[in-house]
């Protein structure tokens, strides 16, 4: 039987992916503050400005492989 924990995206956001950090480390991907705030309130058409200062690139690509991979 499947965790039940999977079938809630911010869960598995924030526990199942990996990223390398800039001091080339591997470590677990959690949202900060302003893609929390993105991720519950986003919208179809969204504009972040100063997105890669934020992180926005890397959530976005892993929110894009959360959706391929759980959809």
Do not use: C
Not at 25 to 54: C, D, E, G, P
């Amino acid at each position: 039987m499947s965790d039940p924990r999977l079938l809630d995206k911010l869960y598995r956001i924030n526990n199942l992916y990996k990223i390398i950090t800039k001091d080339d480390t591997l470590q677990t991907f959690h949202l900060n503050r302003a893609q929390l705030h993105y991720h519950q309130n986003k919208t179809k058409r969204n504009i972040v400005l100063k997105s890669r200062r934020l992180g926005f690139t890397t959530y976005s690509i892993i929110d894009e492989l959360d959706d391929s991979l759980f959809n």
